[in-house]
Protein backbone atom coordinates (compact mmCIF):
# COMPACT_ATOMS: atom_id res chain seq x y z
CA UNK A 1 0.00 0.00 0.00
CA UNK A 2 1.16 3.43 -0.91
CA UNK A 3 -0.20 6.85 0.79
CA UNK A 4 0.90 9.86 -0.89
CA UNK A 5 0.59 13.49 1.15
CA UNK A 6 1.65 16.85 1.34
CA UNK A 7 -0.03 18.05 -1.62
CA UNK A 8 -1.44 21.78 -1.78
CA UNK A 9 -1.51 25.18 -3.49
CA UNK A 10 1.76 27.09 -3.56
CA UNK A 11 2.32 30.86 -5.62
CA UNK A 12 4.91 30.28 -8.32
CA UNK A 13 8.12 30.24 -7.63
CA UNK A 14 7.51 28.60 -3.62
CA UNK A 15 8.17 24.92 -2.33
CA UNK A 16 6.43 21.95 -1.21
CA UNK A 17 7.45 18.89 -0.04
CA UNK A 18 5.68 15.27 -0.69
CA UNK A 19 5.59 11.86 1.10
CA UNK A 20 5.38 8.64 -0.21
CA UNK A 21 4.25 6.06 3.10
CA UNK A 22 4.81 2.50 2.25
CA UNK A 23 3.76 -0.85 3.96
CA UNK A 24 2.95 -4.12 3.07
CA UNK A 25 6.13 -4.87 0.88
CA UNK A 26 9.74 -4.93 2.18
CA UNK A 27 10.46 -1.56 1.66
CA UNK A 28 14.25 -1.92 0.98
CA UNK A 29 14.10 -3.89 -1.57
CA UNK A 30 11.42 -2.00 -3.99
CA UNK A 31 12.02 1.36 -6.01
CA UNK A 32 10.08 4.15 -6.00
CA UNK A 33 8.83 6.47 -8.21
CA UNK A 34 6.76 9.79 -8.54
CA UNK A 35 4.61 10.23 -11.64
CA UNK A 36 2.16 13.31 -12.48
CA UNK A 37 -1.20 13.88 -14.43
CA UNK A 38 -2.23 17.19 -15.04
CA UNK A 39 -5.68 17.49 -16.74
CA UNK A 40 -5.69 16.26 -20.18
CA UNK A 41 -2.51 14.98 -20.02
CA UNK A 42 -0.85 11.55 -19.99
CA UNK A 43 0.86 10.45 -16.91
CA UNK A 44 4.19 11.81 -16.98
CA UNK A 45 7.61 10.70 -14.96
CA UNK A 46 8.52 12.99 -12.30
CA UNK A 47 11.26 10.95 -10.34
CA UNK A 48 12.45 7.39 -9.39
CA UNK A 49 14.85 6.46 -6.73
CA UNK A 50 16.30 2.74 -6.87
CA UNK A 51 15.83 0.36 -4.20
CA UNK A 52 19.85 1.12 -2.80
CA UNK A 53 19.24 4.87 -3.14
CA UNK A 54 22.27 4.37 -5.34
CA UNK A 55 20.36 5.67 -8.30
CA UNK A 56 18.05 8.21 -8.60
CA UNK A 57 15.99 9.24 -12.28
CA UNK A 58 14.12 12.50 -13.12
CA UNK A 59 12.17 14.04 -15.79
CA UNK A 60 13.85 16.36 -17.99
CA UNK A 61 11.19 19.03 -16.72
CA UNK A 62 12.05 19.41 -12.79
CA UNK A 63 15.43 18.19 -13.14
CA UNK A 64 17.71 20.89 -10.65
CA UNK A 65 14.54 21.84 -9.14
CA UNK A 66 13.28 18.42 -7.43
CA UNK A 67 14.87 16.38 -5.59
CA UNK A 68 14.07 12.89 -4.30
CA UNK A 69 15.34 10.83 -1.20
CA UNK A 70 13.99 7.62 0.98
CA UNK A 71 14.52 7.01 4.30
CA UNK A 72 14.20 2.50 4.89
CA UNK A 73 13.78 3.27 8.79
CA UNK A 74 10.31 5.11 8.09
CA UNK A 75 9.59 3.47 4.55
CA UNK A 76 8.97 6.73 3.72
CA UNK A 77 10.08 8.27 0.21
CA UNK A 78 10.23 12.24 -0.03
CA UNK A 79 9.73 14.57 -2.70
CA UNK A 80 11.39 17.84 -2.46
CA UNK A 81 10.36 20.32 -4.68
CA UNK A 82 11.13 23.86 -5.01
CA UNK A 83 11.19 26.59 -7.66
CA UNK A 84 7.82 25.27 -8.35
CA UNK A 85 6.12 26.73 -12.15
CA UNK A 86 2.17 26.81 -12.92
CA UNK A 87 3.20 24.06 -15.42
CA UNK A 88 3.77 21.37 -11.99
CA UNK A 89 0.10 21.24 -11.20
CA UNK A 90 -0.86 18.25 -11.35
CA UNK A 91 -2.16 15.46 -9.47
CA UNK A 92 1.01 13.62 -8.08
CA UNK A 93 0.96 9.60 -7.38
CA UNK A 94 3.75 7.46 -5.76
CA UNK A 95 4.66 4.02 -7.55
CA UNK A 96 6.95 1.60 -5.91
CA UNK A 97 8.23 -1.94 -8.09
CA UNK A 98 10.13 -4.69 -7.10
CA UNK A 99 14.46 -3.46 -7.03
CA UNK A 100 15.45 -7.38 -7.10
CA UNK A 101 12.91 -9.28 -8.79
CA UNK A 102 11.17 -6.29 -11.07
CA UNK A 103 12.12 -3.90 -13.40
CA UNK A 104 12.54 -1.35 -10.41
CA UNK A 105 13.46 1.89 -12.26
CA UNK A 106 14.42 0.54 -15.37
CA UNK A 107 11.58 1.78 -17.36
CA UNK A 108 11.62 5.43 -16.24
CA UNK A 109 10.01 8.11 -17.03
CA UNK A 110 7.38 5.29 -18.44
CA UNK A 111 5.26 4.39 -15.56
CA UNK A 112 4.83 1.15 -17.07
CA UNK A 113 7.29 -0.37 -14.82
CA UNK A 114 5.74 0.03 -11.71
CA UNK A 115 3.30 -2.60 -10.35
CA UNK A 116 1.89 -0.76 -7.48
CA UNK A 117 0.49 2.59 -7.38
CA UNK A 118 -1.26 5.20 -4.62
CA UNK A 119 -3.70 7.17 -4.45
CA UNK A 120 -2.39 10.62 -5.82
CA UNK A 121 -2.44 14.20 -4.11
CA UNK A 122 -3.44 17.22 -5.87
CA UNK A 123 -0.75 19.98 -6.37
CA UNK A 124 -1.60 23.62 -8.07
CA UNK A 125 1.20 26.26 -8.44
CA UNK A 126 -0.85 29.34 -9.04
CA UNK A 127 -0.82 33.26 -7.85
Known amino acids: QLQASGGGMVQPGGSLTLSCAVSGVTFDEYAIGWFRQAPGKERDGVSC????????YYGNAVKGRFAISRDDYKNTVTLQMSNLEPEDTAVYYC??????????????????????WGKGTQVTVSS
Open 49 to 56: ISHSAMST
Open 95 to 116: AADDGVLGRGCSTFPRDSGMKH
